[in-house]
């Protein structure tokens, strides 16, 4: 099913002339309400009339993270305060957040381009869903939320916390679609098993999971404990919140709502524009954004845009998984590596949990990682005479780390359940040498 195919499935020329309509409107919008946008176009000796087409994106300024710090609170705000009708802000996983005021027009479309990312996903007017992202500044509960009523499916707003009560509901509802972070799908999964609830006792058949990175291995194993069809969906809250991309069934990069937001991938070094098919920095204009339009906003979300025609019959572009943020790779001793690549090696061993932290350090002006990993409860032992296996379980893993990621990290083996687990987004990384 598609939601709406006259958004969904429109050719290349009526989309890029919508594009181009679009984007003059709000070079328009933005330099007339916008003081910052205005500067930065005056200084460029950009008008909006030079902006008429899609192509002409390119004469844009970017704007950046720092850019809506610089100006916090509102004065990125594009509508007056009482146009406004909503206020998030992002989560700040990478350090301060940022305010995002939105329209009552705003809430509008990203209900209605959430609505279309549970329609990929399979979700009918006849699901029970469950919203486990938290609900509050975070745009993930609420975004999700009002997706759900959109299509009129039920929405159970269960948000995140008291998660044996969430298991109870999941069961005695017959619920059968669930959006959170994929990590806390697998806190779901092992608060099941501790209750002794088993997949085949509940009806969950959809989830939509997004808002950190995860991987091939991780949606196998959310699949294979919950029982459900894993789809990916992606959003940040400055662009809008959930819903900026989704999977369709052929589960072949997610669609972009490109009607409302533009995407580029560009070189982060170079800021050029890279082909389809190179993996750079996704950059997204907001076509149609009153509260806060942003031109060129560089996510810091390393993707790629995928060529070629889906099955699906959706024309929308595809992006690719995100394989991580710019400014969550971590150099060591001058390698760069990313967290995925190191989650990667520990789900393709089936000895460990999909649960680990990689702990960075700086000891003697070398830099350091140690890989803390869960073994799951059929390998874990304390029995003194059994460790045998354990040392080469470590051994093994020691030796596939390196091969990826040409450097060598220390392994240290944790118990089940040890390593913390969050409710929203998760901690992956502690880099201990930026908090000397
Ligand atoms: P913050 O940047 O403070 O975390 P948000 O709460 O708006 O703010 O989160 C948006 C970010 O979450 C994205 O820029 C991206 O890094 C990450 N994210 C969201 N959805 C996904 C997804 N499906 N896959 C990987 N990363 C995601
Ligand atoms: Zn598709």
Redesign the pocket.
């Known amino acids: 099913m598609i939601w709406n195919e006259n958004k969904e499935c429109m050719s290349r020329d009526e989309m890029s002339a919508l594009q181009g309509k679009r984007l003059h409107k709000i070079v328009n919008y933005v330099y007339h309400n916008v003081p910052f946008y205005r500067r930065k176009l005056q200084e460029m000796d950009i008008t909006p009339n030079g902006i008429q087409t899609i192509e002409d994106i390119s004469q844009l300024p970017f704007t950046t993270k720092q850019d809506l710090r610089d100006n916090y609170p509102f004065n990125m705000q594009a509508a007056p305060a009482e146009e406004i009708v909503r206020i998030h802000a992002?989560?700040?996983?990478?350090g301060n957040?940022t305010i995002v005021g939105y329209t009552r027009k705003d809430i509008e479309i990203w209900s209605e381009c959430m609505t279309r990312c549970l329609t990929a996903y399979g979700v009918t007017r006849k699901d029970i869903f469950s919203v486990a992202y938290g609900y509050g500044l975070?745009?993930?509960g609420l975004g999700a939320h009002y997706g759900v009523e959109n299509l009129g499916a039920s929405v159970v707003p269960t948000s995140t916390g008291n998660t044996e009560k969430h298991v109870r509901l999941i069961r005695d509802l017959g619920i059968t679609g669930i959006a959170c972070t994929p990590s806390y799908a697998l806190y779901l999964a092992e608060t099941m098993d501790k209750m002794g609830i088993n997949r085949d006792q509940i009806k969950l058949r959809i989830g939509a999971?997004?808002?950190?990175?995860?991987t091939e291995n991780m949606r196998n194993e959310i699949e294979n404990r919950l029982g459900l069809k894993a789809f990916?969906?992606?959003?940040?809250?400055?662009i809008m919140?959930?819903c900026v991309s989704y999977e369709c069934e052929m589960q072949n990069g997610s669609h972009i709502n490109e009607d409302h937001f533009y995407p580029e991938i560009i070189d982060p070094n170079t800021m050029e524009k890279l082909p389809n098919g190179q993996l750079g920095e996704l950059v997204f204009t907001t076509l149609t954004k009153e509260g806060m339009p942003l031109l060129r906003y560089r996510?810091?979300?390393l993707s790629s845009l995928l060529d070629g025609e889906c099955e699906c019959g959706r024309t929308n572009v595809r992006m690719g998984?995100?394989m991580g943020?710019s400014d969550d790779m971590l150099i060591i001793r001058g390698i760069n590596i990313f967290p995925s690549q190191v989650e990667s090696v520990i789900l393709s061993m089936k000895e460990f949990a999909p649960r680990y932290l990689l702990v960075v350090d700086r000891v003697n002006n070398l830099d350091t990682l140690l890989v803390q990993v869960e073994l799951r409860q059929e390998y874990f032992t304390n029995d003194f005479d059994r460790l045998a296996p354990l040392e080469a379980i470590q051994k093994k893993l020691a030796d596939k780390l390196k091969s990826v990621l040409s450097i060598s990290a220390k392994i240290q083996l944790k118990a089940p359940g040890t390593i913390e687990r969050s409710q929203g987004?998760s901690q992956f990384v502690v880099d201990k040498r930026k908090l000397n």
């Open positions: 992002s989560t700040g996983t990478t957040p975070f745009t993930g999971f997004g808002a950190e990175p995860w990916n969906l992606y959003g940040l809250s400055e919140g959930p996510t810091k979300d998984r995100i943020r987004k």
